[in-house]
């Protein structure tokens, strides 16, 4: 039997710009190409900068006239961050859309970042706290909603607040959970703050579900010379419309909190399939790790004091 086709209807983007991180591959280049299509202007901050020229050929291959561009961005580094901040606001242009999708997922043995953080932690979590800090200010001017990427493992584990960086004890699965309950509580955060503060952001999160994707998949630069047994068991059961989704579908909850009229800050999105794991995308409860404002702000102060990047206070 063939699969039921999911998908969307996105309004019209255009005159809006996005800024989609993780957007050269994977969900990230389906999230940004669908953008595109909308009439977005799309910049696609980008480590690689051949794999952000491919996707950049790719998006325009499915819409001649795409308004896209790539800009050099390594979350792993606070120093690109704060540049890529720079040059942003150099530009001066609002931003309408920001969608946090970059990730890295359980390298075999413990690496830090260029500033010495977990690498999971740093630049899931901290990479992307840092960005929005230095975006804050387009991102007021444009009345933006960010959209965080979260996981299925933020709903499992918990924050090691003792060792956040794991110097004592590395578990790349727990450390990897950890990184994406910091980054769910800091988007959530992050739209009480706007409303309590006036800077007229939303924020939400989302979730893709479990689809094949390249974060389980070989990657020597994480020390991951081989598919791990888990994609190739998620690549056969997606493949076979099997309770999982697909890469395209998985793109759907994100770009769904990010762009519909109908998404809401404080919200959280996900598909609503059995188990959560793939479907059409709809509103779901927070996950109980997402659910203490205390955990929020603990996480807010503690970022800020390792990042050295501070939001107004007012």
Known sequence: MPRRTIDITLPSLTGRRAVITGGSDGIGLRIASRLARAGAEVILPVRNTAKGDAAV??????????????????????????????????????????????????????????????????????????????LLPQLREGEARVTSQLSVSANSGAINWDDPNWERSYQGARAYSQ??????????????????????VSSNVAHPGVAPTSLLAARPELGRERDTAGVR????????????????????????????????????????????????PAEQPLYSRLQSDDDARRIWTLSEKLTGVEFPRS
Not at 68 to 88: C, H, K, N, Q
Not at 247 to 270: H, N, V
């Open 179 to 200: 990184s994406k309950i910091a980054f769910g509580l800091f988007g959530l955060e992050l739209d009480r703050r706007s409303r309590a503060h006036g800077w007229g």
């Open 57 to 134: 050929r790719a998006i325009r291959a499915e819409s001649a006239d795409a308004q896209v561009r790539t800009l050099p961005l390594d979350l792993s580094s606070l120093e690109s961050v704060a540049a890529f901040g720079a040059a942003m606001r150099a530009d001066g242009a609002p931003i309408h859309l920001l969608v946090n999708n970059a990730g890295v997922m359980t390298p075999p043995e413990r690496q830090t970042t260029a500033d010495g953080f977990e690498l999971q932690f740093g630049t899931n979590h901290l990479g992307h706290f840092a960005l929005v800090a230095h």
């Open 233 to 280: 068991l998620i690549r056969w059961l997606s493949a076979r419309g099997i309770l999982l989704g697909t890469p395209e579908t998985a793109a759907l909850p994100a770009l769904y909190a990010a762009a519909s009229p109908e998404a809401r800050g404080g919200a959280f999105y996900g598909p609503s399939g059995p188990g959560h794991l793939g479907g059409a």
